[in-house]
């Protein structure tokens, strides 16, 4: 009996441990929720749009988590935001971020109008993949590009934007 | 030497953004083309002598955003082709960036899917910047005029690229407003795409 009763306390610990890692490796986020955290001042922000289907998005992405490993102690935060279906969040986008082990936060556009959240996101954006924006609110800084980053193009881009 | 690059680089910036143009908006006369379909012949928008407009679709094979909407791509050539708006299909991608985007991998997939309409290879890429395509799938539906074929709506298909839960179609909704001889409500969108690589310059 003991040991059934040790066997689901056990079987829960692992439940929860999972539903952790799970949540912690993307969690959903809404425009409202993403343009309240980027007007932190002190930080610059620096948001690439990608998804798990997107060939040249998961090419460049090591080379954001590359950016805020180097500056981990700057006040610099890359926020990856898959740009995925909802649906997809279980079966696609927590497994790729799982194997990917990125240092960056993750997270899932959770868009009622995909319209809506383009536009607010930068009224010059075509929806095209990959897209990045830099935030410096002390700066007054919002710039979005519509294009692919090789390291040194963002790090160059992170340094004008300090 | 380090004003000089500067100053090139402006030149060169400045020179590559006439390029690439803003493309068109509503209400602007679009261009004709003449672009090779996948069975060797050319198409032009004038081989259409009966059709009252055109729905001009930038999409592409690789793209999964393309994909999910072929089917519905080849619905609306199945709807509207009989009342003379046409779907001409273009792909914009360079095969050299991406070799599923060839020419032949194109004849493939119109010969497996029996499209009913062209799908047209812009090898220069030229017809694309010039109207302004960034990603796959992007709509152009063009009404015949006198002055021309003026562009009547720009972007998705619909607001639901899943297809689960579609609430406006943009481009039915458009092609309907046009055939009953009124301007579409929504006349431009934006969608989540694959962005197109085209050939340099």
């Known amino acids: ?162 | 030497m380090k004003r000089l690059f500067v100053l090139l680089l402006i030149a060169a910036s400045s020179i590559a953004a006439k390029v690439a143009g803003p493309g068109y908006k509503v209400g602007d006369i679009a261009t004709d083309f003449k672009l090779k379909n996948v069975d060797g012949k050319t198409v032009s928008l004038t081989d259409y002598p009966a059709a009252k407009g055109y729905i001009v679709i930038f999409t592409c094979n690789h793209c999964p955003y393309a994909r999910a909407y072929e089917s519905r791509i080849m619905a609306l050539d199945k709807m509207y082709a009989s009342k003379g708006y046409p779907v001409i299909a273009i792909s914009p991608n360079d095969p050299a960036a991406i070799p599923e985007d060839s020419p032949e991998n194109m004849k493939k997939r119109a010969t497996e899917k029996k499209y009913s309409f062209p799908y047209l290879f812009d090898d220069t890429g030229l017809t694309t910047r010039t109207y302004g395509a960034k990603a796959t799938p992007h709509v152009y539906v063009l009404k015949k005029t006198a002055k021309g074929n003026v562009v009547q709506y720009i972007g998705a298909i619909d607001d639901d690229t899943e297809g689960t839960n579609i609430k406006n179609k943009y481009v039915e909704n458009a092609v309907n407003a046009l055939l009953s001889g009124k301007n579409p409500t929504i006349t431009s969108t934006k969608a989540i795409g694959c962005s197109i690589k085209l050939k340099a310059i």
């Not at chain 1, 952790?20 to 980027?38: F, G, H, M, N, S």
């Not at chain 1, 990608?50 to 700057?74: M, S």
Request: proline share 4%; net charge positive; aromatic share 12%.
């Open chain 1, 1 to 162: 009996m003991t040991q059934i009763r040790l066997f689901l306390l056990l079987l829960m610990v692992v439940f929860v441990f999972q539903a952790k890692a799970q949540q912690k490796a993307v969690r959903l986020l809404t425009i409202d929720q993403l343009e309240k955290r980027v007007s932190h001042q002190d930080t610059v922000f620096i948001v690439n749009f990608w998804a798990t289907w997107c060939g040249p998005c998961v090419k460049e992405l090591p080379v954001f988590d590359q950016l805020q490993k180097t500056y981990k102690n700057q006040p610099l935060k890359v926020l990856l935001i898959s740009m995925d279906f909802k649906s997809k969040l279980n079966t696609a986008v927590v497994p790729f971020v799982q194997n990917h082990h990125f240092t960056s936060e993750v997270f899932l556009a959770d868009k009622s109008s995909e319209q809506e959240f383009i536009d607010r996101i930068d009224k010059n954006w075509s929806g095209a993949l990959p897209g990045t924006l830099v935030i410096n609110t002390k700066k007054n800084l919002h710039k979005f590009y519509e294009q692919e980053f090789t390291y040194p193009e963002l790090n160059k881009l992170y340094q004008n934007s300090k």
